[in-house]
């Protein structure tokens, strides 16, 4: 790094830290991060103050204290983006409650991995060229452009996204005999280490297409606790997979994150047409009652 390029880093960090406080993201962790950003996106070796200056420095501070799994940050992120967001839903055509639901998910999924890289999570993937607001637009619209498509009516949620198409895995026909038969032994063993919230999150929002509010009302927990789960149990049954010899992983990383978590859920759904068992109190609801989207 330049000796130009540390004092508008620093600037950036004192600006950032009381923009978004109470989110708490250390000095030299920010500094490292936008500093590689630069260097990847921009092919630029020694970052200059211009360069840097380019980024939207106050949301990458945000971005990366999310990735790092900051106190307060995904929380904090939601507060400042998920109102803004049901508006423009609403704009592009999302009706009521579709509008929360649709931003509700999108927010949650970028808690899951990304498909391949450094970034540890989606949202892990914006490198700060253009705002986060617009790099959420963007990203929710083409969401909205799909489910549309995909549902083939108004009704904007009729076809969550990252729906499993279980019926055929994906690797059938594209892997050896014995690779399957390694993989499929791998995801068992993961699928039974998975805790139980983690199990029932994934199988409620991933196999029976539920969105995550409805897993959240279902299990009786936050909607940021159904990201968590979910990100979780991505998270073992992905190093299940990339630990199976003989796996083409350059096939898996290749495409979207939703595409990956295809192939690593696929086989294991696939099995349990029903979904997960649910724990009673989980099944039950708070209240000891069915819930009647469950």
């Known amino acids: ?11 950036a960090h004192a600006a950032a830290r009381l923009v978004h406080r109470p989110v708490e993201l250390p000095f030299e962790t920010f500094r490292e991060d936008v500093l590689r950003l630069v260097r990847e996106r921009d092919g630029d070796a020694a970052p200059s103050e211009e360069s840097i200056a380019r980024r939207a420095l106050d949301d990458l501070y945000l971005a990366r204290a999310c990735e790092h799994g900051c106190a307060d940050a995904w929380e904090t992120m939601r507060r400042q983006y998920e109102r803004r967001l049901v508006g423009l839903a609403m704009k592009r055509g ?14 949650g999924d970028l808690t899951l991995p ?9 949202l892990g993937t914006y490198a700060g060229s253009g705002s986060l607001w617009a790099w959420l637009a963007a990203t929710l619209v083409r969401r909205l452009g799909r489910r549309a498509a995909r549902a083939g009516s108004s009704d904007i949620d009729a076809v969550p996204a990252g729906r499993l198409a279980v019926e055929d895995p994906p690797w059938r026909g594209s892997v050896d005999r014995e690779t399957a038969a390694a993989l499929d032994r791998a995801l068992t063993d993961a699928w039974r280490l998975l805790e ?6 994934l199988s409620l929002k991933h196999h029976r297409g539920l969105s995550q509010r409805q897993v959240a009302r279902i299990l009786g927990v936050p909607e940021y606790q159904v990201s968590r789960s979910v ?20 096939a898996a990383d290749s495409g979207s994150g939703w595409e990956l978590l295809r192939q690593v859920l696929a086989s294991r759904l696939a099995s349990s047409p029903a979904g997960e068992p649910l724990p009673h109190e989980a099944r039950d609801g708070p209240t000891g009652r069915p819930h009647a989207d469950g």
């Open 1 to 11: 790094m330049t000796e130009a390029a540390h004092p508008a880093l620093q600037r």
């Open 94 to 107: 999302a009706r009521g409650a579709d509008s929360e639901t649709v931003v509700s998910d999108l927010l």
């Open 114 to 122: 990304a498909p391949g890289g450094a970034a540890r999570t989606l």
């Open 196 to 201: 139980v919230e983690e199990r029932a999150a």
């Open 231 to 250: 990100a979780r149990a991505v998270t073992k049954l992905r190093a299940a997979v990339e630990r199976t010899p003989g796996l083409d992983r350059h």
